[in-house]
C-alpha cells in the first residue's frame, strides 16, 4: 500500500479516536507488504505494538479491508528495531548535541525519560497530553501545571520528558529538582550567605520543575520562599510544574496561599496503571535495557506484580540473571516469582470466587459481606474461605 493510502486510513483512524490516542499510538506507524504473510505494520516499540495489538488490531484490519477492497486484511504489528549500528552513528551536528546534553546535565534531568518511551493510556493520557503541551510552549498554557498521583505511576518520567524537550526545542534554562533538593539548595544558601545568588539563579530560569512538591510543607520558610519564586517566575510566564502524591488541598501543613497558586493553573491527577499499561511499561523499560522479554512473560509478570516499583525490581532480577549468562525463560520467569513472595490467583481471583459462590447459592455479594449471621450465608462465607 502507498504512502498516500495509509495517510488516508490514518484520517480516518484519527476522526474515530481521541487526539491523545491517536497521537500516542498512531501517528508514528508504518504500513508496508513487505512479508509474506500480509501487511506489517510498523510501530516505535514494544510498548505501541502490546496496545495496538490489544486493542485496535481489529480497527486497522478493518479499515485495510474497507481500502483495499480485499477480503484479506490480516496486519502483522511490529517494533522497529534498533541494532548497534544505528546507536552507534553519531550526530550530524555534534556540537549541538554536546551543547544539549551539557544542558540536560546541568538541568538535572534524567535523558532516559523520553516522552517517546513514556506508555499511555487512559489513566495517563490527559496528563500527557498536558505535559506535551506544556513543554512545546512553556508559560503560555497551564502555568502552573500540577501533576498528582500514587507511587510509581509516571510523575517523575513526565517532569524530565517535559524538560527534556524545551531544551530540545529552544535554548531556554530549565531546572529539575525534588523539593528536598529546593530544601537543601536554599539551606545552603543561608549558611553560605548567598541567598541572593541563590535567588537569582532560580528566579532567572524559563522553566522550574519540582518534584514532590508536598515535602515543603515540612518548613515555613522554604514555602515562603517557594511563595515568592513563583510569583517571580510566573508573572514573567516562565512556566512551572510540580508533582506530588496528593491533590493541592489534601497536603498538610501546606500554606493556604500556596494552596491557591498550585489550583490557579491546571491540576491533573495520573490514575494507577491498568494491566495493559503496566504490561506496556514493563516492554518498553525492558527495551531501553537491552533485555529481551517476549509479551507472554510481560503479561505473567504484570498478571503477578501489582506496583511498577514492583515490576522494575523484577527487571532488575531479569537483567542480573542474563548478566552471568543464564537465559531467563518461562520457567524461570515462574520461579522467580513464586519467590517474590506475591500470591498470584489469590490476589486476582479472590473477588471472582466470592461472586461465582453467591452465584451458585443465590447469595448476593453484599449478603455475603454483611454481618448477618443466617445459616446460609455463613456457609457461603466458609467455602469461600475454603477457596481462598
Not at 545568588?197 to 515562603?224: G, N, P
Not at 514493563?282 to 515490576?311: F, G, H, Q
Request: proline share 3%.
Amino acid at each position: 500500500m502507498d504512502s498516500v493510502s495509509w495517510k488516508n486510513i490514518l484520517d480516518e483512524i484519527a476522526l474515530e479516536t481521541s487526539p491523545v490516542t491517536y497521537a500516542s499510538f498512531f501517528k508514528n506507524t508504518k504500513l508496508t507488504v513487505n512479508d509474506p504473510s500480509g501487511w506489517v505494520l510498523e510501530c516505535p516499540n514494544d510498548g505501541v505494538r502490546f496496545i495496538l495489538e490489544k486493542k485496535y488490531k481489529t480497527l486497522i484490519e478493518e479499515k485495510l479491508k474497507k481500502h483495499t477492497g480485499s477480503s484479506f486484511s490480516a496486519v502483522s504489528i511490529r517494533s522497529k528495531k534498533i541494532t548497534q549500528e544505528t546507536k552507534e552513528i553519531g550526530p550530524l551536528f555534534p556540537q549541538r548535541e554536546s551543547g544539549e546534553n551539557h544542558r540536560m546535565e546541568r538541568s538535572g534531568l534524567n535523558p532516559l525519560f523520553t516522552f517517546d518511551n513514556y506508555a499511555v493510556s487512559i489513566s495517563n493520557q490527559i496528563a500527557h497530553a498536558a505535559s506535551i503541551t506544556v513543554a512545546n510552549g512553556p508559560g503560555t498554557v497551564y502555568n502552573p501545571l500540577f501533576i498528582w498521583g500514587g507511587v510509581g505511576v509516571g510523575k517523575t518520567h513526565l517532569l524530565h520528558a517535559i524538560g527534556r524537550k524545551i531544551i530540545e526545542n529552544t535554548t531556554k534554562k530549565v531546572m529539575y529538582c525534588s523539593a528536598e533538593g529546593f530544601t537543601n539548595m536554599l539551606v545552603e544558601s543561608i549558611k553560605n550567605k548567598s541567598t541572593s545568588l541563590f535567588r537569582h539563579k532560580i528566579r532567572d530560569l524559563d522553566a522550574l520543575l519540582i518534584d514532590d512538591i508536598q515535602f515543603v510543607s515540612q518548613r515555613d520558610f522554604i514555602q515562603e520562599e517557594l511563595f515568592h519564586t513563583f510569583n517571580a517566575l510566573t508573572t514573567k510566564k516562565r512556566q512551572v510544574v510540580f508533582t506530588s502524591d496528593k491533590p493541592p488541598k489534601a497536603i498538610k501543613n501546606i500554606e493556604k496561599r500556596l494552596v491557591s497558586r498550585f489550583l490557579s493553573g491546571l491540576v491533573i491527577d495520573v490514575q494507577k496503571p491498568d494491566f495493559e499499561l503496566k504490561t506496556a511499561i514493563l516492554l518498553i523499560k525492558a527495551r531501553l535495557r537491552n533485555v529481551d522479554i517476549d509479551i507472554e512473560t510481560a503479561k505473567t509478570v504484570c498478571a503477578t506484580l501489582d506496583e511498577l516499583r514492583e515490576i522494575e525490581g523484577f527487571l532488575l532480577k531479569i537483567m542480573a540473571l542474563k548478566s552471568t549468562g543464564i537465559e531467563v525463560g518461562g520457567a524461570q520467569i515462574e520461579r522467580l516469582l513464586s519467590h517474590s513472595g506475591v500470591q498470584q490467583s489469590k490476589a486476582t481471583n479472590s473477588k471472582d470466587i466470592v461472586r461465582e459462590v453467591g452465584k451458585e447459592m443465590g447469595i448476593s455479594l453484599k449478603e455475603i459481606r454483611s454481618e448477618t449471621r443466617k445459616k446460609n450465608i455463613v456457609l457461603a462465607r466458609h467455602i469461600c474461605m475454603y477457596f481462598l
